[in-house]
């Protein structure tokens, strides 16, 4: 299976900066890869998936770049509802796989 | 919009079947891929499987032996049966679907999850 691997585990950040998520696959998923916001005691909600293109309704502050094993995540300016935990989950390959999350937290 | 909600026992004993069942509303069941995800507490999510509309089933390698995923069209919903469950079972489970046809991932849809714990 295709093992996705999220770093840093913890983001310790203020609001307004920029955070940069990492998601690397350990094959090539394509452009096959999304990413999720999870709130505490929610279910995940969909941001980005084809690793680029953002949900209908999602801030432009949201952005992904990458393809093939190498994939970012990008907030622009961090707001405070902005601070959760985010997945990364690849969808070329089954079974699908999700990554261990990264956690944006206020510094 | 589509409203996934999921329903079931919270408590399953040690051996037994875990069944859920996720009531879909605001569209119809007889169309796109449905889904089951699990989040053991404090951990990433685990992909279970999926069922496509035709009935026809994908599951996850390391549970396939375990886990059935059904659809009930007359009912407009679709289940999961989990069975021989141990501690390691006890998650929060979501059902999930995708918008859009062709594929069954990523999923647009969550329903709330339903924490279903595994003790004697």
């Known amino acids: 299976e295709v093992v996705l691997t999220q770093s840093p585990g913890t983001l310790s950040l203020s609001p307004g900066q920029r955070a940069t998520l990492s998601c690397r696959a350990s094959?090539?998923?394509?452009?096959?890869l999304a990413w999720y916001q999870q709130r505490p005691g929610q279910a995940p909600s969909l941001l980005i998936y084809?690793?680029?293109r953002r949900v209908t309704g999602i801030p432009d502050r949201f952005s992904g770049i990458g393809s093939g094993t190498d994939f970012t995540l990008t907030i622009s300016r961090l707001e405070p509802e902005d601070f959760a935990m985010y997945f990364c989950?690849?969808?070329?390959?089954?079974?699908?796989?999700f990554g261990q999350g990264t956690k944006v937290e206020i510094k | 919009q589509v409203q996934l909600q999921e329903s079931g026992p919270g408590l399953v004993k040690p051996s037994e079947t875990l069944s859920l069942t996720c009531t879909v509303s605001?569209?119809?069941?007889?169309?796109?891929?449905w889904s089951w995800i699990r989040q053991p507490p404090g951990k990433p999510l685990e992909w279970i499987g999926f069922?496509?509309?035709?009935?026809?089933?994908r599951y996850n390698p390391s549970l396939q032996s375990r886990v059935t995923i059904s659809l009930d069209t007359s009912r407009n919903h679709f289940s999961l049966r989990l069975t021989s469950v141990t501690a390691a079972d006890t998650a929060v489970y979501f059902c999930?679907?995708?918008?859009?046809?062709?594929?069954?991932?990523?999923?647009?849809?969550w329903g709330q999850g339903a924490l279903v714990t595994v003790s004697s």
């Open positions: 605001g569209g119809s069941i007889s169309n796109y891929y």
């Open positions: 989950q690849q969808y070329n390959n089954i079974p699908r796989t």
């Open positions: 094959q090539s998923v394509g452009n096959y």
């Open positions: 999930a679907s995708r918008a859009y046809n062709g594929f069954d991932s990523p999923y647009d849809y």
């Open positions: 069922v496509y509309y035709t009935g026809s089933t």
């Open positions: 084809g690793a680029s």
